[in-house]
């Protein structure tokens, strides 16, 4: 493997190294009494600050023009954004960063789902009044396609299938502990109130992976019209931020909950803003733009190992057979999507180079005998 070749690789461990360590940190910061409205509110507003100069700087010269539907979209993707995060970290508190790491490999099994479901019901309605998408209806429905016939839909749907039952197993079935850090033992009211915790916290961060799902989709939907993508990430850690306060200002009454002390608070929003947000989205789209999307995906599930053993290790959690079983199957329903996606794309591929050669035949002599002259 050549310099070259080795930067994407090494790009994608160290972004996938920033997730986990997002994730352990939140934990960390909300275990120490910071709830996750105030987290959500410091990390986005750290990272709108960075994004700011950075985002219009970089497309000084090609910023589309920012007009009322526009605004509109950032306004829906910032929302659901923000109750990503929100259930999201709520569930990582109620549980353990593992798992978070593990149900974040349902996210393309539900976006697949949801994007079917846009092909059935045609929700998008909102959004065409919005004036938000610039495709004709037909090319928006190549967003995902379920044709029966073909071996990659089966394969996309029965991964689907496979991740959440992964998800339930994880959620529902702890089993005995495999790997643990020396800690006293429990009361056996604690242990069940853990129990209800865990399945809580599953719960939520499959509400997250839903959420996320649809935020894929929508910031999809936004770049096909406004293809400036440092300024959508900027406009929607800005409306996280204004959604974040608004909620704090009815909901945290108390001022210590606003405070940064002790240290791993401020820590916890320094990193989420430079490195959860900067850093890692700024890799994982060059990766994407470099590599392709099959590539980025096949480190998501680098991710369960990293934070399994970080948690245990600094988190003094416990790896249970249930998150082990339960991420073994989530895993191989996710790389079954994956395969299915990238069986897809090169079919497409293949097509439009048959028709490139077909239309190119059908040219009449005379015309392409003119053309040569």
Known sequence: MGLKAAVPFVGMVMAECAQVGLMILSKAAMSDGMTNFIFVLYSNALASLILLPSSFFLHRSERPPLTFPILCGFFLLGLFGWLAQIFGYAGINLSSATLGTAMLNLIPGLTFILAVAFRLTS??????????????????????????????????????????????????YKGPPLLMAPSTSKLP???????QNW??????LAVDCVMASAWLIIQALILKKY???????FFYCFTVTILSTIVCLFMERDPGAWSLKPTVRWIAVVYSGVF???????????CLHKTGPVFVAMFKPLGIVIAAAV?????????????????????IGFYSVMWGKAKEEKVGVDYGVRSSESSSQKVPLLQSHAEET
Not at 162 to 169: D, K, N, P, Q
Not at 311 to 331: E, H, K, P, Q
Request: glycine share 8%; hydrophobic share 50%.
């Open 123 to 172: 929700p998008l309605d909102f959004a065409y009044s919005l004036n938000l998408i610039s495709m004709n209806y037909d090319e928006l429905l190549m967003m995902e396609k379920l044709d029966w016939r073909s071996s990659s839909a089966l394969v996309k749907s029965t991964g689907t299938i496979v991740s959440v039952a992964g998800a339930f197993i994880v959620c529902y």
């Open 189 to 195: 009211h604690e242990l069940l109130s853990q129990q």
């Open 199 to 204: 399945i809580i916290g599953g719960l939520l």
């Open 227 to 233: 293809p400036a993508g440092l300024i959508v990430v």
């Open 276 to 286: 959860g947000s900067a850093f890692q989205v700024g890799v994982s789209t060059w």
């Open 311 to 331: 948690s245990i290790i600094c988190l003094r959690d416990t790896l249970y057979l249930g998150s082990l079983v339960g991420a073994t199957v989530i895993v």
